[in-house]
C-alpha cells in the first residue's frame, strides 16, 4: 500500500473556509496513493477551544462535502481527520446540541463509510475535556488491503483502546493528532509501543505551525508492526507518502506471537 500523511499548518492567520479549500486541493493531488491522512481538528485547530462551538458542523457540513468530493476526484482511501462535530439535538435547539470530536473517513468513491468520536478527551475539566462530549464505540474500517482502526490525538495514551482495536480485526492504527511540541517525545515513544505491543501498522498524523499560541509538533510517523520507523516528517508543513507491506502484520503474529499468550483483560476476575 501507499499511503500519504498531510502534516497540515494550522495557523491562526488562514481561515477555516481558505484552510479548507486548500487541504481538499492537496488531496486531489495524492491520486494514485491507496491512503490519506489529515490531522485532527485542522479545521480550526486542537487547540483553539474558544472557536469548537462557532465552527462545529454536522457530519454532512461543509467540510464532509469538500473531502468526500476530494476522495473521490482523487480515486483514494481518505481519514479526513477531525472535525467538532455539531450533533443532532433533541431539543431542536442548536446551541444546546453537544459537541464531539469527530473523525470522517471516505472511500474512493467519496461515500462516507466510518465516524469516530473521540473517546478520550484532553484537558484535565478544561478545554476539550469539557466542551465536548465522549465518544464510546471504538470503529474500524476495511479496506481490500488491511482492517484500519481509529484513534485520536489523546487516545495514543490509552494502550487498552488500541488492544480493543486488535480484537476488533485492527491490522493498521490510523492516528490523527494535534499533537503539542512540547511532548513530541511522547509522541514518538507512544506511537512506537503501540505499534510493537499490538503488532501492527501506526500511521500517526499531526499539525505543524502554532495556533492558539500553541506550537505543534509535527513530526507525523509511520510505524511497522517491530516498532520500526518507515518514515517521518519534520516539523512544518510536509506530505509524508510512505509504502508498506499491509502482508507483514500476519507474518509477525505468526512468527513472534505474543497476542496468543495474552492472559488479562477487561473481563479478568479481580479482588
Keep these: ?50 472557536g469548537f462551538g462557532a465552527w462545529a458542523e454536522p457530519l454532512d457540513g461543509p467540510t464532509h462535502e469538500a473531502m468526500s ?9 481518505l481519514h479526513a481527520g477531525s472535525i467538532p462535530e455539531r ?12 459537541l464531539y470530536n469527530t473523525s470522517l473517513v471516505y472511500s474512493p468513491d467519496g461515500e ?3 465516524a469516530y468520536r473521540k473517546i478520550h478527551r484532553f484537558g484535565f475539566d478544561e478545554g476539550e475535556a469539557v466542551l465536548m462530549g465522549a465518544g464510546t464505540e471504538l470503529v474500524t474500517v476495511r479496506l481490500p488491503e488491511t482492517v484500519l482502526g481509529l ?10 483502546l488500541f488492544r480493543g482495536l486488535v ?10 493528532a494535534g499533537w503539542p511540541e512540547r511532548r513530541r517525545a511522547h509522541w514518538t515513544l507512544l506511537a512506537q509501543a503501540r505499534a510493537v505491543e499490538n503488532q501492527a501498522y501506526v500511521l500517526a498524523c499531526g499539525t505543524a505551525g502554532t495556533h492558539a499560541g500553541v506550537p505543534q509538533a509535527g513530526h507525523s510517523i509511520v510505524v511497522d508492526p517491530w516498532g520500526e520507523v518507515l518514515a517521518e516528517a519534520g516539523p512544518d508543513e510536509e506530505i ?10 500476519a507474518a509477525t503474529r505468526e512468527q513472534f506471537p505474543a497476542l496468543k499468550d495474552r492472559l488479562l483483560g477487561l473481563d479478568t476476575p479481580t479482588r
Excluded at 468530493?69 to 482511501?77: E, F, I, M, Q, Y
Excluded at 450533533?87 to 446551541?95: E, F, M, P, R
Design 1 to 50: 500500500m501507499r499511503a500519504s500523511l498531510l502534516q497540515i499548518d494550522v495557523n491562526d492567520d488562514e481561515s477555516v473556509a481558505s484552510r479548507r479549500r486548500r487541504v481538499a486541493d492537496l488531496v486531489r493531488d495524492q491520486a494514485g496513493v491507496d491512503l490519506v491522512v489529515l490531522p485532527e481538528l485542522w479545521t480550526t485547530g486542537a487547540f483553539a477551544y474558544e
Design 69 to 77: 468530493k476530494a476522495a473521490s476526484d482523487a480515486g483514494v482511501w
Design 87 to 98: 450533533a443532532a439535538s433533541g431539543t431542536g435547539s442548536a446551541a444546546e446540541a453537544p
Design 112 to 114: 462516507r463509510v466510518a
Design 151 to 160: 484513534a485520536t490525538c489523546y487516545d495514543l495514551r490509552f494502550p487498552e
Design 167 to 176: 480484537d476488533a480485526g485492527a491490522q493498521t492504527f490510523v492516528l490523527s
Design 240 to 249: 509524508l507518502t510512505v509504502e508498506f507491506d499491509p502482508a507483514k502484520v
